[in-house]
């Protein structure tokens, strides 16, 4: 069956249309020569008119004046003749006179035969009009507010980021006339596009933006820093930005000049620290063998009044430094869970002799709902805690000292605890509360002369209790006591996290296979002898590229890689080893063996490959434990297993040095003891040689030497001072390196006496 076609509509009757045309809410209009043949009744009410009464006249009187009605049909009929549509928006004339706004749409019936007519159509729009009046009044009168604002506005579209308008200091502030970014993108002034990304993105999530720094560019093509506020409205009918740009280039360039203060400062401070330490270091030491020797009751005083005051300096020098990292923001905190009970237990310890010695009691209360484990950073809050305890025993004549340690409340994250440090001591005025936490300050200048101090504890117990989240609180008055109080608040203490005293419990080790990386003599000596001590199986290498061939003729468990040799170094073997085809090689754990245990330097090491670092001087447990996590049977990796912190002013670190005899035995530490000091003395000559030639990288090579085998034999200040004339040799600091290379030889002497006085002192004699 065929399909049937869809007919077509049949025409509308005209009596039809004319229904339809005079329902319309709009005026159509039917002309002839200009006369009305034909209107609907919207067009009479829009003019007010009857529609009998305009058919056959001209449209003349619709009209203003009769320029307007010449000028209409000089501009729209010559279209309409052209087969064109006219359209138009004027002001039309009611029969009362008033005038409105219309919109006007005409087209001729045929444009070859004029005298068949046109359709008009012809819509009232006066009240939008009205709207775009007002809107151009508020416009104005926002413009005119602008311009006379003494800071710089702009006014850009949300949508393009065009520039719409500018007051006459954001034209001034870009350095040019408007006419040259009207309309040009805002985005093209920014010197990073993406900025105004990140405005927007700020803009969506707050609802206005205030204080965004961002960089612009002028018309020059010069750039300033501009601060930034918006907010969004609507300017006329676009949606918009209106933002407050000012010009804070001067107050960058202040705050860049003050961060270079700030690191010459530090810079200078790490310096002179290091310039003073060296020769307090050599007076302190030189009053403890003084004070181990035979003397009378007036040189002993004598002695013990020169150890006192170098103990003394070196805490100035100490707070000084600590300060300083404050203030620069290098103080980092850690995470170890710890037991805040017996932190405060072992202070309580410590301080009891100067408490009973001025018959003071001193008292500890712990809140029964405290936990035992915590997890923050032990060694800030011990710091601060031994800092607020010694200033109330220091500040109490008479009465007591209390530490109370409360529970405050805890929730999912956290858990606050509150420390407080109660005394009966000379107490503090009001308004010297202030004062206090300020450096090289006390309350009473006449505190200074009755108990000595720096001003400087304080300051160091709220600039780490910043860092820690904290604030402290002083309450009492002068005469009846004082008390400081802080509350914390710790993550809770998981299982996972180690507590800060706690040593990895490892299985005994089996006997592994390591490869010592090593160039140092003495250091090849002492690492090989402890490793052999243990039962594992050493085999040397003097360089990076001999390690390289002796990873590839055999295997080892573990490879002890030093990061400073000659001909390779330790990194450049670090990953070389890591692009050996063989997995199996690829793959051994490399423990990085190093003084300069910095944390550029350590991420360095890691960089290259190594699994962690064990810091020198090495210490043998310490050595276990990171053997230990190297073949998975312990828990941290990678590790970092620093040096623990010992006294700079030592001559001779007696327990680091009883530990290494201990662990290699008297035979082999006999054995190194006996190649130190024609090691040394050929040392110092080449490192002196070196100095007076001004060959930098040479001192730098000799001074790591001395490091590291003095490190080794708990020479503290020997190794102290080997590494700030690495350190200057390295940094170009070489004013006065000459100086500190002659009192390094000097030192020599000094520490091998110190080094055989101890042997001596051993029950084993020297063989």
């Not at 090593?518 to 594992?536: A, K, S, T």
């Not at 050996?580 to 960089?607: F, H, S, V």
């Not at 020198?616 to 912190?645: D, E, N």
Request: with cysteine; hydrophobic share 40%.
């Amino acid at each position: 069956m065929p399909a049937r076609k869809a007919s077509a509509a049949p025409p509308l009757k005209p009596s039809v249309n004319r229904t339809i045309l005079e329902h319309l809410p709009i005026g159509v209009a039917y002309l002839k020569d200009r006369r009305f043949v034909w209107l609907n009744p919207a067009m009479a009410t829009m003019f007010g008119h009857s529609g009998a009464s305009l058919i056959g006249k001209t449209t003349q009187s619709l009209y203003p004046d009769r320029e307007s009605y010449q000028a209409f049909g000089a501009q729209a009929y010559p279209l309409l003749a052209a087969g064109k549509v006219y359209v138009a928006e004027r002001t039309m004339k009611r029969k009362d006179g008033t005038l409105i706004w219309c919109r006007i749409t005409g087209r001729a019936i045929d444009p070859k035969r004029t005298d068949q007519g046109s359709t008009w159509i012809i819509e009232d729009i006066s009240e939008r009009h009205a709207a775009l009046a007002s809107l151009r009044d508020t416009r104005a009168q926002l413009e005119s507010m602008l311009d006379k604002a003494p800071v710089p506005f702009v006014i850009t579209s949300v949508a393009t980021s065009a520039v719409r308008y500018g007051n006459p200091r954001a034209i001034a502030m870009y350095g040019g006339p408007f006419e040259t970014i009207a309309g040009q993108p805002a985005v093209d002034h920014y010197v990073d596009p993406l900025d105004r990304q990140r405005m927007i993105a700020i803009l969506k999530a707050q609802g206005f933006v205030t204080d965004f720094e961002t960089r612009f560019r002028r018309f020059d093509g010069s750039e300033f820093w501009a601060l930034i506020s918006c907010i969004p409205f609507a300017y006329g009918d676009e949606p918009c930005l209106l933002s407050t740009v000012t010009d804070i280039t001067r107050r960058k360039e202040a705050e860049q000049k003050a961060d270079e203060a700030a690191q010459a400062k530090t810079h200078f401070l790490a310096v002179m620290s290091h310039e003073i330490r060296t020769p307090l270091n050599g007076l302190i030491g030189m009053a403890r063998l003084l004070l181990d020797t035979e003397l009378d009751q007036h040189q002993r005083a004598c002695a013990e009044v020169i150890h006192r005051s170098g103990d003394a300096l070196m805490g100035l020098l100490n707070g000084i430094l600590d300060l300083s990292r404050l203030e620069s923001g290098r103080i980092e905190l850690e995470r170890l869970a710890f037991d805040p009970r017996e932190l405060v237990d072992d202070l309580f310890l410590l301080m009891t002799p100067t408490a009973e010695e001025k018959g003071l009691s001193l008292r500890l209360m712990f809140d029964p709902d405290l936990p035992r484990r915590v997890v923050g950073d032990p060694a800030r809050l011990r710091q601060v805690l031994l800092n607020l305890i010694s200033n109330a025993v220091k500040f109490t004549e008479k009465g007591s000292v209390v530490v109370t340690v409360e529970y405050v409340e805890a929730d999912d994250d956290s858990i606050r605890l509150k420390f407080s440090v109660i005394d009966t001591g000379i107490g503090i005025n009001p308004h010297d509360r202030a004062r206090l936490f300020s450096e090289f300050v006390q309350a009473d200048p006449s505190i200074a002369r009755r108990f000595g101090g720096t001003g400087l504890g304080l300051a160091i117990t709220s600039r780490l209790l910043d860092a820690m989240g904290s604030k402290i609180e002083v309450d009492g008055e002068r005469g009846k006591g004082s008390t400081f109080s802080f509350t914390i608040a710790f993550d809770h203490g998981k299982a996972s996290v180690p507590l800060a005293d706690e040593e990895a419990q490892t299985a005994p080790l089996p006997s592994l296979r390591i490869l010592v990386v090593e160039d140092n003599p003495i250091n090849q000596q002492v690492i090989v002898g402890l490793l052999r001590r243990f039962g594992h199986r050493p085999n040397l290498a003097g360089n990076g590229q001999a390690a390289l061939r002796a990873v590839q003729a055999n295997s080892y468990d573990v490879i002890l890689m030093d990061g400073w040799m000659p001909v390779m170094d330790g990194i450049e073997a670090t990953k070389r080893i890591r692009a050996m085809p063989d997995a199996a090689k690829a793959q051994i754990p490399i423990i990085a063996l190093t003084a300069n245990d910095g944390e550029a330097t350590i991420r360095e090491y890691l960089e290259a490959g190594m699994n962690g670092f064990v810091g020198k001087p090495i210490v043998p447990q310490r050595l276990v434990q990171a053997l230990a996590q190297a073949v998975g049977q312990s828990t941290f990796w990678p590790m970092t297993v620093a040096p623990p912190q010992r006294s700079e002013g030592a001559i001779l670190d007696q327990e680091l040095v009883a530990e290494l005899y201990e662990s290699l035995g008297p035979e082999t530490f006999d054995e190194g003891l006996r190649r130190l000091p024609p090691h040394w003395r050929e040392l110092a000559a080449l490192l002196s040689q070196a100095a007076r030639s001004r060959d930098w990288a040479a001192v730098a090579n000799f001074a790591h030497d001395f490091k590291g085998t003095a490190g080794s034999f708990g020479l503290a200040a020997l190794t102290n001072l080997a590494k700030e004339i690495e350190r200057q040799a390295k940094t170009g600091a070489t004013d006065g390196l000459g100086e500190q290379t002659d009192a390094l030889t000097d030192l020599v002497d000094t520490s091998l006496l110190a080094l055989n006085a101890w042997r001596m002192d051993q029950e084993v004699p020297p063989s």
